[in-house]
C-alpha cells in the first residue's frame, strides 16, 4: 500500500473500533485510536504475515503488550482478512471470539494471549530469543503503552534483550501521554523514555508524531537497518485521535461511547474519510 492507501486504511480501523466499543458498551477506545496507525503500518505493510496461514512458522510475530487495546488490534486484523469485519460487532459478547483482552486460543491472527502490563514485552523477548537460537530470520514486533512502562517487569525483559542483542526485536511504545488515572507524568513519570531504552543498549528511534504514516514508514525502514541490538520505536501520538470529544481526554481510557457519541464519532471520521478521498 502506498501512504494513502495507509492512511485510509487506519481511518477504517478506527471506525471498526468505535464500532466495536460502541457495541460492547465497554472497552478501551482512547489507546486503541491513538495506535490506529501503527496497527495498520504493521499489518498492511511492515509485516511478513498472510492471513491465510496464521501459524505459519515462518511468519513475523506481534504481541500487543497493552492488551486492553485489544478493539484496536481486532479492527486491523479484521480488515486484514483474518476475520469478518462484521465480528467487531460481538466485542466482549457472550460466546464472542473478540474478548475484552487477546486470547490466542479464540482469535485468528492474535499470537499471545496478553493484558497483564508488562508481560507482553517479555514474551516478545523470548520470541525473538527463539528465532535467533533457532535460526529463523522472522521479526518480533510488541507495542506497549507510555503508562504500562511503569511496571518493572519491562525492564527486566528490556536489559535482557539488549544483553542478548536481539536485532530482530521491535519494540513500539504508544506515548500518548495519559493513562487511565490521568497524565503519565503526573501519575509515575517514565520521562526520558528514549534515554532509559538507550542504556539498556536498544537503537532508538523518536517519532516527532506517531500518527503519521510518512514518519512511521522511515522509522521501521530505519528499524530493520539496525543489526546487533534491539529497537525501540517512541511514538508521541494523541490519545482518542480522529474523534474530537475523544482527544487528548483521559476519561476516553476505558469508556465506551453511547448512541448519541458514537453517531458523532463516525461523522468525525467519515469526514476524515472524506478529505482523504479528495487528494
Not at 477506545?29 to 496507525?37: D, K, T, V
Not at 530505519?222 to 517512541?234: D, F, L, Q, V, Y
Request: glycine residues 10%.
Amino acid at each position: 500500500m502506498n501512504i494513502l492507501e495507509l492512511q485510509k486504511m487506519a481511518n477504517e480501523v478506527r471506525k471498526g473500533i468505535v464500532t466495536a466499543t460502541h457495541s460492547a458498551k465497554s472497552g478501551h477506545p482512547g489507546g486503541s485510536l491513538s495506535a490506529a496507525e501503527v496497527f495498520t503500518y504493521l499489518y498492511f505493510e511492515e509485516m511478513n504475515i498472510d492471513p491465510a496461514r496464521p501459524d505459519d512458522p515462518d511468519r513475523d510475530r506481534f504481541v500487543l503488550s497493552k492488551g486492553h487495546t485489544a478493539p484496536g488490534y481486532y479492527s486491523a486484523l479484521a480488515h486484514r482478512g483474518y476475520f469478518p469485519v462484521e465480528d467487531l460487532v460481538t466485542l466482549r459478547h457472550v460466546g464472542s471470539h473478540l474478548q475484552g483482552h487477546p486470547c490466542r486460543q479464540h482469535t485468528p491472527g492474535v499470537d499471545m494471549s496478553s493484558g497483564s502490563l508488562g508481560q507482553g514485552i517479555s514474551v516478545a523477548v523470548g520470541m525473538a530469543l527463539s528465532g535467533k537460537m533457532s535460526g529463523k530470520d522472522y521479526r518480533v514486533y510488541t507495542l506497549l503503552g507510555d503508562g504500562e512502562i511503569q511496571e518493572g517487569l519491562v525492564w527486566e525483559a528490556a536489559m535482557f534483550a539488549g544483553h542478548r542483542k536481539l536485532d530482530n526485536l521491535c519494540v513500539i511504545v504508544d506515548n500518548n501521554g495519559l493513562q487511565i488515572d490521568g497524565s503519565v507524568a503526573d501519575v509515575c513519570s517514565p520521562y526520558p523514555i528514549d534515554k532509559k531504552f538507550e542504556a539498556f543498549n536498544f537503537h532508538v528511534i523518536n517519532v516527532a508524531d506517531g500518527n503519521d504514516m510518512e514518519q512511521i514508514a522511515a522509522a521501521f525502514a530505519e528499524a530493520r537497518t539496525i543489526k546487533g541490538m534491539p529497537t525501540a520505536i517512541i511514538m508521541k501520538t494523541v490519545k482518542g485521535k480522529g474523534v474530537s470529544f475523544m482527544e487528548n481526554q483521559a476519561s476516553w481510557h476505558g469508556s465506551a461511547p453511547n448512541d448519541e457519541q458514537y453517531a458523532v464519532a463516525m461523522a468525525d471520521l467519515e469526514k476524515v474519510g472524506e478529505a482523504l478521498c479528495q487528494k
